[in-house]
């Protein structure tokens, strides 16, 4: 089976497949109004854990860089709220165009997905 990583921007969730079978379904927080996140296809390309921005200066653990330009799904904070937030139209909050998840969703994504995982993001 291959494994594949939908991200839905709509509804900010992410839900990895193995196959066909659904395995996680993570809620999620994309870009803002600035910077939003790359739509397409992708594949990770770079996986980092820790990982700080060099940019930000922020933490970015369990990253995986599905993109040349630096988007990649890693761990952030208030996951939850955010995510409620932007899918109720608040487009101003968010991340610099990377897919923010919790630290445990992020820690889990990070150990299931290897190198190569298409990321298809909508």
């Known amino acids: 089976m291959s494994k594949r990583i939908d991200v839905n921007l709509t509804r900010q969730v992410l839900i990895a497949y193995d196959g066909s079978t659904e395995v996680y379904t993570f809620d999620c927080v994309s870009g803002d109004d600035v910077h939003p996140t790359p739509t397409g296809y992708f594949s990770i390309i770079r996986k980092r854990h820790p990982y700080t921005s060099h940019k930000y200066h922020v933490p970015m653990n369990y990253a995986m860089f599905f993109t040349?330009?630096?988007?990649?799904?890693?761990?952030?904070?208030?996951?939850?709220?955010?995510?409620?937030?932007?899918?109720?139209?608040?487009?101003?909050?968010?991340?610099?165009?990377?897919?923010?998840l919790s630290e445990d969703d992020a820690s889990t994504l990070y150990q299931w997905a290897p190198l190569g995982t298409q990321v298809h993001v909508f």
């Open 68 to 100: 040349k330009a630096g988007e990649a799904i890693h761990q952030g904070f208030a996951v939850g709220l955010l995510s409620y937030l932007k899918y109720f139209g608040i487009d101003s909050i968010g991340s610099h165009g990377c897919v923010r």
